[in-house]
């Protein structure tokens, strides 16, 4: 085996004569001191490997460790699912809380008339809607259906922009619309479903 050569110019090499290296000694093991030695399954010889009465079962200290695992990955698991919006989805599917605060909320209060002292017969209808519930529930909007004096119906839809009612707390609303030319034999305020 050469060396590392250097260059003398000329494109001629010369060997380099010195070599470094580190040698470590490593000591014999003691005869008196044995390794350890880990447990060793049954030897199973032929088509015995196939029985389930003579399966090796792993030692109760390997498998100790498994429900705790399986444990922190499932709940792991289902923090990631709330957060990513499994609240939502859980809600969807268990709608009696919503319905519940739905019932809580009420029209109250509702007074509807007729003007004649314009050009044209108006239709004023007044009211309020209550929370009479123990949380906020979002308002719907207010349907109005007026039946004229010959059968006929007409359905209007009062808009609520999106708000939402704290427990106790009401919305006043007013509609003014421009009344049959039949006349008016009622008037009915429900919330939009």
């Given at each position: ?65 498994a429900p705790i695992f399986w444990s ?21 599917l268990f709608p009696v809380a919503d ?9 109250s209060v509702v007074t509807s008339r ?80």
């Amino acid at each position: 085996m050469a060396g590392p050569t250097s260059s003398t110019g000329a494109g001629r090499f010369r060997p380099i004569d010195a070599l470094d290296a580190d040698f470590e000694s490593v000591p014999k093991p003691r005869p008196d001191i044995q390794p350890p030695r880990l447990p060793s399954a049954p030897a199973l010889s032929g088509m015995d490997m196939l029985c389930q009465e003579k399966a090796v079962s792993p030692s109760w200290q390997a498998r100790r460790g498994a429900p705790i695992f399986w444990s922190a990955g499932l709940g792991v698991i289902l923090v990631a699912f709330w957060v990513a919006g499994g609240h939502a989805f859980i809600r969807s599917l268990f709608p009696v809380a919503d319905a519940r605060a739905a019932n809580a909320l009420n029209l109250s209060v509702v007074t509807s008339r007729v003007d004649v002292s314009g050009e044209k017969p108006m239709l004023l209808i007044d009211g309020e809607a209550g929370n009479n519930g123990n949380r906020a529930a979002p308002l719907p909007p207010i349907d109005i259906s007026v039946k004229d004096n010959v059968g006929a119906t007409i359905r209007y839809k009062l808009g609520t922009a999106g708000r939402t009612l704290k427990p106790g707390e009401s919305f006043a609303f007013s509609s003014r619309l421009e009344a049959p030319r039949n006349g008016v034999e009622s008037v009915s305020v429900t919330f939009a479903e």
